[in-house]
């Protein structure tokens, strides 16, 4: 009787003991989970910090093309101005050559 009580107790202490290291390996991962939590928390900000620059630098370049085409098209409009005037004054130059 008193064998079949020590086998009982060294079997629980087993299982304590087992426990016990079960409880601190599921502390220690709980401990690595919330350190990736957090890790994942600041990756997460500096994607979003990331893309507001982005965001911004975006918004910059749409406005250079924007000034970019709108010079474009004042150059293009005094060209064609130029190119008006250039004719008329060569249809002058025929008309003034054609009278000598």
Avoid: C, H, P, W
Avoid at 5 to 17: A, D, Q, R
Avoid at 30 to 39: D, F, L, Q, S, V
């Amino acid at each position: 009787m008193f064998d079949l009580m020590e086998k009982l107790y060294n079997k629980v202490v087993n299982i304590e003991t087992k426990v016990d290291r079960n409880g601190e390996a599921i502390e220690r991962n709980a401990e690595a989970i919330e350190k990736n939590a957090k890790a994942i928390e600041k990756n997460t900000q500096a994607i979003v910090n990331l893309e507001n620059k982005m965001d911004k630098n975006i918004s910059v370049l749409y406005d250079g093309y924007k000034q970019n085409t709108e010079a474009i098209n004042r150059l293009e409009n005094k060209i064609d101005k130029l190119s008006d005037k250039v004719e008329t004054q060569e249809v002058e130059i025929r008309v003034l050559k054609a009278v000598k």
